[in-house]
């Protein structure tokens, strides 16, 4: 990448971002907002009043609402213009995913075609079969289903044992296996199916269409929620698969099944962001409507605590996705002004934020689960009822901590990427991590300079990342290569790392905000940030504690519990005023509007 002051995947952990560098949801322009507006009137118009009916595996419905979202053009955002699509940047599609978030189960539908189903053709495919298949995704004429997971190979996709063999006179492939959990199975006309061509070690890749012969579709599985988006076992009982329908190389599927993945995941947390807003949005209905001991409830303060509680959390994961979106849509331009081809540029971009999309994948589902959870709670008894949304919501949510790799597997992509673009040499993590070892063996620095308000919390900032330095380079340093086993810490680590992604993208939108809002405007937004760095600190410190005591002991271990504590201070914040007043504005506008 050639812009020097964006940094590079992973680097956050290293090197301060200035506020003016990162993109916030506040500098959307006139015809991003009304995409977003189209994506809005189509969720809540067209789909959610059906959305009762989508439950029942109505296959026929979910065909006819995906292809009303492809003829007003909602399918084809981010596909070029020659495929008859929109040609629109990274951060656009984010807002579009937003807003198709609110639309529940249908928003799975949704982002499986136009996402898995879809862009590995825009990436991987030949000429020929980006004509042939690309407009009709587009529009909705087609609809594409993604087919990795197989009963023995979930987490570790690669061992799967779907096969491929190729015919003698070469012009075909003859598949067999059962693909299961395919998501849009139901309703698609085209599968990106993984398979190992016989004697290969790595999969491959393929186009299939279900009129095929040999192409079997299950029934809709019976879900615990997401109930709208028909999931099916895909079976292959020979299939034969022109050569023309290989994509990319023979052998060459793993990279594109993670390089697929780790779009997914960052598109995960647009999605999140937008389906917790939509739960903000319905808590607070409720919580204004509802009277308990001749009050309404959102005048309580524990239901106070809960909505500007689930805003926060809200607020913090829209902050990182954009700032990571903007990221990824800057490294693809530099890519094609030096010369790269689009679609390489958008597959480099992307895995170059790799680590930062796995963080939005965790942080956006788990902020999820919290809402939804909350917003049954604020509901009470009809919390629990079927007629209300956010019973609807809670289920719907659960599936986002286990598809596109669990949580547990993204976690551990965090740490094991950083680790290995260090050894790489991509990112100096050794310099910096010293660099800790030495101070915590000097004597701390107590004279405390009178910083500004954004000042001192980078100053908290740079501690996290201290914190998670010290912690990892004494980890490396004790295990060395059979780190990879201690997966414990390399948890503890993780969730240290995405609190404080979190925790930095927050206060550099604050502060960019701080040249836009007056005063008065920006005090509520200060208070979030407080509020967040406040309940942020003792979990860094916590996590940080469960590693090193775990393998640390004597000097060494007091040492570093010394520094833990020293890299996790905050300042004392009265939490209950600044969530009261948090609480009151989003009670008076009786919507999530931050
Ligand atoms: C509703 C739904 C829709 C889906 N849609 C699709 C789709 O469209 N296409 C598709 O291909 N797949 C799809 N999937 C599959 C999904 O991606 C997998 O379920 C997921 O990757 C996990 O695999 P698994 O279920 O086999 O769990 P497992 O891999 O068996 O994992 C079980 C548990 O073990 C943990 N675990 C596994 N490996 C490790 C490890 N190395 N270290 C530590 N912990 C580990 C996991 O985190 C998890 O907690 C879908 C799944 C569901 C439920």
């Excluded at 020097?4 to 959307?28: C, H, N, S, V, W």
């Excluded at 060395?480 to 930095?504: G, H, P, R, V």
């Amino acid at each position: 990448m050639t812009d020097t002051k964006t940094l590079k995947g992973g680097e956050f952990l290293i090197r301060e971002t200035a506020a003016q560098d990162i993109f916030i949801p506040e500098e959307f322009n006139e015809e991003q907002r009304m995409m977003a507006q189209s994506c809005k009137e189509f969720t809540e118009n067209v789909v959610n009043p059906q959305m009762d009916q989508l439950e029942k595996h109505d296959r026929e419905l979910l065909s006819k609402l995906l292809k009303e979202a492809g003829e007003l053009g909602l399918l084809g955002i981010s596909l070029p213009e020659e495929y008859d699509g929109f040609g629109q940047n990274f951060v656009t599609a984010m807002l579009t995913t937003e807003e198709m978030g609110k639309g529940y189960s249908f928003a799975v539908a949704f982002s499986a075609h136009t996402g898995i189903g879809t862009l590995p053709i825009l990436y991987y495919g030949t000429e020929e079969q980006k004509k042939k298949y690309l407009p009709k995704l587009a529009t909705g004429e087609y609809i594409g289903a993604y087919c990795l997971t197989e009963a023995e190979a979930g987490s570790d996709p690669n061992s799967g044992k779907a096969e491929a063999v190729l015919s003698e006179d070469g012009k075909y492939y003859n598949l067999n296996g059962v693909k299961i959990w395919t998501t849009n199975g139901g309703v698609a006309d085209i599968f990106i199916v993984f398979a190992k061509v016989k004697g290969d070690k790595n999969l491959s890749t393929f186009i299939i269409e279900k009129t095929w012969d040999g192409v079997k579709l299950g029934v809709d599985e019976e879900k615990m929620g997401i109930k709208g988006s028909t999931t099916i076992q895909f079976y292959m009982d020979d299939v034969k698969v022109p050569v023309e329908n290989l994509l990319g190389d023979q052998n060459g599927g793993f990279k594109i099944a993670l390089n697929i993945l780790n779009l997914g995941r960052i598109k995960l947390s647009g999605a999140t962001t937008g389906a917790s807003k939509a739960t903000i949005d319905n808590a607070l209905n409720y919580a204004n409507e509802r009277k308990q001991f001749g009050k309404l409830i959102s005048s309580f303060g524990a239901i106070q605590h809960k909505l500007s509680e689930m805003a926060i959390r809200t607020f913090a994961c829209e902050s990182l996705t954009y700032r990571a979106s903007q990221n990824i849509d800057d490294a693809i331009e530099s890519y094609v002004a030096g010369g790269m081809d689009k679609g390489k540029a958008n597959l480099k971009g992307i895995y170059q934020y790799a680590i930062e999309a796995s963080i939005a994948k965790v942080y956006g589902s788990e902020v999820l689960d919290f809402v939804v959870d909350e917003g049954v709670q604020i509901y009470g008894g009809m919390g629990y009822s079927a007629e209300t949304p956010v019973e609807r919501a809670y289920r719907d949510s659960r599936i986002n901590r286990i598809f596109e790799g669990t949580n547990e597997i993204n976690r551990m992509v965090t740490v094991g990427e950083l680790l290995k673009r260090g050894f790489k040499g991509e990112l100096d993590l050794m310099t910096p991590a010293k660099a800790v070892a030495k101070e915590l063996m000097g004597i701390p620095d107590f004279g405390a300079p009178s910083l500004g308000y954004f000042e001192a919390k980078k100053k908290v900032i740079t501690n996290f990342k201290k914190a998670i330095l010290m912690t990892a380079g004494a980890a490396l340093q004790k295990f060395m290569e059979k780190f990879a086993d201690e997966q414990e810490i390399i948890m503890n680590l993780s969730d240290m790392l995405i609190l404080t992604y979190a925790a930095e993208s927050m206060m550099l939108r604050v502060e960019k905000l701080s040249g836009m809002y007056d005063e008065e405007k920006l005090s509520l937004y200060k208070d979030m940030l407080d509020i967040f760095f406040y309940d942020t600190a003792p979990k860094i410190h916590k996590f940080g504690l469960d590693a090193i005591n775990s393998f640390a002991e004597g000097d060494e271990l007091m040492g570093m519990t010394m520094g833990m504590k020293r890299f996790t201070k905050v300042a004392a914040v009265n939490v209950v005023a600044a969530r009261r007043k948090i609480a009151v504005k989003l009670i008076e506008d009786n919507k999530y509007d931050l």
